[in-house]
């Protein structure tokens, strides 16, 4: 038996704290099932600083300490890995999640510190190294899914892990051992919708993994089959991402059991589905899973009273992820009917050429009706805008503000980013390692949620014109674009681009799956 510790990093500090770390939540739940001793320092709920991180490592001899997180949350677990080597030298120290498995070889290389990481799906992999450590066995050269230091400290990243098939074998996240009533249920409100607005006792759950589409920007990290491992160039293994993708969702039943027990436990009055896209899913289902869900909410007595205009006082709300081109009229009644109060969706453009380019499989037609075919449905749509793409042109900026005018629709938009993992990412690290110096490091450290900018992959604009150009399009200012367009037309050399795409070993533009478990 171990005595682990996880670390969740801050995340989002210009936001409060609204989201659990849901793979830590269940792995922290796999861990106790084996019978390990467990803690979890939230430091992204209680952001108390590094002097209270450090008595956090003093305060028990620790056999692991485990971190891990989104590639945003580097810096932090940087300074973690740091302070806990420093402050618990004998725990043996493990990473997950997207930072590391993005690029495995270049963290190792950053943080001397860290001792092993998980690489992709971590459900299976991090037990089986618990168990290892807990039998004085830290030879990890058969150990699937890890990257690992062999005797002279060199990194040695092994074979990729099979994903789960059957997601419903993996246990509820540890949602006790999070500060659900001092800091997450204080931050339940959101301004999405008036329903939403109301929440008192929010909490997120997941349905399934990963997404059928190849959008340029977005990354998967193995979650959807798109991660292989091979030898580079040089002969050293490396991830490979690729347009694989194994479909895989929670079935009804366990989704509905799930959220009846956190409203017996907790009262819950709103659950957010943090699901990629909950409309790729259903297609996969054949239309049956998104039903499916919507008729046990209703008949297991969790859907709300809609019948007066304020928000009921009894069920649970519920909102999500859609897609502009995948709804329908149908499931989006039945949603609404459930207790869905509002859908994500992932517009970016009304550009057809940015659409087209993308590989989000919609176009401009989709993108304008979509709007109002979700309010109709009652439910609102939360619509994301992006700028800053590759080809992004004083048109396609013109186009996406036309719409807007036209939909009554206010958005600033985000910033197209190249994070790691992406197809654009690869495409890009030559031109990003420029824009900082030739320190990819730097960039890393930099990433946030792309609300503000950091290194650009835009080939006609720069990062200042980008900056003004997100007003702009917040302000829907047509005037001022249209007089941006004609100094820049002066100034700027005709047919010179800022940045150029470039292959890459590290992504794959074809449909390769990774690994899959059989049963």
Partial sequence: ???????????????????????????????????????????????????????VCLADSWDVIAVGGLTTTYGYIKKTVKIAKQNSPNSFIIAGGGFITAMPNEIMEWLPMIDVGTIGESFVTFPEILEK??????????????????????????????????????PYPAWDMFPLEEVYFKNSSALFSEDAYGAKRRIDINGSFGCRFVCRYCWHLGTTGDMLISPNEEGINDVQFTYGRNI????????????????????????TFIDENLMTMDVASGRSWLKEICDLWIDEGLAPNRTKKKRSKTGV???????????????????????????????????????????????????????????????????????????????????????????GIHAKPHFATAYPGSEWYYKYKNSIIKQYNGSLENYILDLGDASSISGTISENFSAIELIGLQELVAKRDLRSLDLAEKHFNK????????????????????????PLASN
């Fill in 317 to 407: 709300y519920w909102s999500g992820t859609s897609h502009a081109s995948l709804h329908k009229p149908d499931i989006l009644e039945k949603m609404y009917e459930s207790g869905c109060t509002h859908l994500v969706y992932g517009l970016e453009s009304f550009d057809p050429n940015i659409l087209k380019n993308l590989g989000k499989g919609s176009n401009r037609k989709n993108n304008i009706s979509s709007v109002s075919i979700c309010m109709e449905s009652g439910i609102i749509p939360i619509p994301n805008i992006i700028i800053g793409f590759p080809d992004e042109t004083f048109e396609s900026i013109r186009n996406t503000i036309t719409a807007l005018i036209g939909l």
């Fill in 133 to 170: 450590i807990d039998c004085g066995d830290l030879d990890f050269s058969k150990t699937l899914g890890v990257i690992w230091r062999d005797k002279d400290g060199t990194p040695v990243l092994n074979e990729a892990r099979p994903i789960i098939n059957n997601l419903d074998t993996i």
């Fill in 491 to 514: 100034s700027r050399i005709k047919d010179y681009k800022i940045h150029e795409a470039e292959e890459s070993f590290n992504f794959i533009p074809k449909k390769l799956n990774g």
């Fill in 1 to 55: 038996m171990l005595k682990v510790l996880f670390i969740n990093p801050v995340v989002r500090e210009e936001d409060v704290p609204r989201h659990i770390p849901y793979g830590i939540a269940i792995l922290a739940s796999i861990a106790k099932k084996c019978g390990h001793q467990v803690q979890i320092y939230d430091a992204n709920a209680w952001r108390k600083g590094d002097n209270v991180l450090k008595q």
């Fill in 248 to 271: 895989r969702y929670h079935s009804p039943e366990y989704i509905i059991n799930m959220v009846k027990e956190l409203k017996e436990r907790y009262n819950i009055d709103q659950a």
